[in-house]
């Protein structure tokens, strides 16, 4: 069995963000509570007492408070059933978190050695002390079984793959220092229970859709993917920024090269979206572009919702 839960499914900043007037966050903020969303995680667990996380982002926070899941363990007085954390990609909304997980419990940091090289080069993630907070650095396309605090093995196999996308956005025109050769900034994840096979795979970020990423994600049972934009100019028409989705490494939604009409025909028993930028109105319930999502057999999940599989 594989049990995952949606910590949020926001992009960076969340809906509301805290500097945003646009429709969807006032509607956020006054009478529509539920559009409210945090940004963008997921925790996974095989045996329900030790979870995984993908990505940290900045409201970790508020995410374990609200999901008991992720609570000590009763009667513990220093517990965490989180044992690692899987980077997908080194931007501020899948790294942050990680400083909020500085109180001294025992956890792994599983990323790539350029990511890895990222958080070795900020000073501030040496609050997490390699005594306490291992790095191991994944491998592409090489699967991996995640161990447990005590050492046992998960029974969790976890296979990262290389997506089209950039670079953070705040190493634009400077030197990474995990090196220029280009792979390894944004990952796909393929997820698997050993025990029952059942597997999913998340793609927070993904520039275009292949053939090859065509060919890993068939036939997988759960899928979450990169629902930034609807549209790639979306935040230049609604006057909030000047960024394409193409140019931050996010395909859109919709159009012909779009999420929906890609993936489209491809045997995958529930898709749903997921770091959806407050910008795009798929968000609202009632919308064309939601319901046209929804036609195409997508969901756009709630904070919180667990799937069994
Ligand atoms: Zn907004």
Known sequence: MLRVVVLGAAAGGGVPQWNCG???????????????????SVAFS??????????????????????????????????????????????????????????????????????????RDNSIFNVLSEKNVKRQPITLDQAFEPALPDGRLSGIEITAFAVPGKGAWYLEGRTHPGG??????????????????????????????????????????????DGTVWRDDEMIAAGLGSKTGQSMGHIAMSGPDGAIESLAGLAIDRKLFLHINNSNPALLAGSQERKRLEQAGWQIPADGMEIVL
């Open 22 to 40: 646009c429709e969807i966050c006032r509607a956020a903020r006054h009478g529509q509570p539920g559009l409210a969303s945090s940004q963008c």
């Open 46 to 119: 095989a045996d329900g007492a030790h979870w995984f996380l993908i990505n940290a982002s900045p409201d970790l926070r508020q995410q374990l408070t609200a999901t008991v899941q992720l609570h000590p363990k009763r009667g513990q007085l220093r517990h965490t059933p989180i044992a690692g954390v899987i980077l997908t990609n080194v931007e501020v909304d899948a790294v942050a978190g990680l400083l909020s997980m500085r109180e001294g419990s025992s956890f792994t940091i599983f990323a790539h050695a350029k990511v890895l090289s990222i958080l």
């Open 180 to 225: 220029e050769d280009g792979t390894g900034d944004t990952l796909g994840l393929h997820i698997r229970d050993k025990a029952s096979d059942k597997s999913f795979c998340f793609l927070a970020a993904c520039a275009r859709v292949t053939e090859e990423l065509k060919s890993r994600l068939a036939g997988t049972s759960l899928l979450f993917f």
